[in-house]
C-alpha cells in the first residue's frame, strides 16, 4: 500500500523556520522525483521544489534561496527546510512523489506563519 505522510507543520511567526518531512512507504522511493507542493486558502496548488532521483532541485522564485529540499533514500523521505518565513508562505503543505507511469500525493500538512 502506498503511503506518503506528511508532518512537521505548525504555527511560526514570520522570520521563524520549520521541517518538513514526508514520508514515503508501499513504492520504490529512490526511483522518483518527489516535490512540495502549496495550496492557500481560495488559491491554486501551486510547485514549491521538486528533487530529482539524482538530486538536482529547482525552486518557485517566490520561496528560491529561503527553502531547501532534500532527500535521504535510506530513510524514504523528503524534507522541506523553511526558513525566513513570511505570512504569505501560510498554506497546507502536500508532498507528491513522480514517475513516468505513477505519481502519489500525501494528505498535507498545515503550515501557519503568523504573529
Known amino acids: 500500500q502506498v503511503q506518503l505522510v506528511e508532518s512537521g507543520g505548525g504555527l511560526v511567526q514570520p522570520g521563524g523556520s520549520l521541517r518538513l518531512s514526508c514520508a514515503a512507504s508501499g513504492f520504490t522511493f529512490s526511483r522518483y522525483t518527489m516535490r512540495w507542493y502549496r495550496q492557500a486558502p481560495g488559491k491554486e496548488r501551486e510547485l514549491v521544489a521538486h528533487i530529482t532521483s539524482s538530486g538536482s532541485t529547482t525552486y518557485a522564485d517566490s520561496v528560491k534561496g529561503r527553502f531547501t529540499i532534500s532527500r535521504d533514500n535510506a530513510k524514504n523521505t523528503v524534507y522541506l527546510q523553511m526558513d525566513s518565513l513570511k505570512p504569505e508562505d501560510t498554506a497546507v503543505y502536500y508532498c507528491?512523489?513522480?514517475?513516468?507511469?505513477?505519481?502519489?500525493w500525501g494528505q498535507g500538512t498545515q503550515v501557519t506563519v503568523s504573529s
Open positions: 507528491k512523489a513522480v514517475e513516468m507511469f505513477s505519481n502519489y
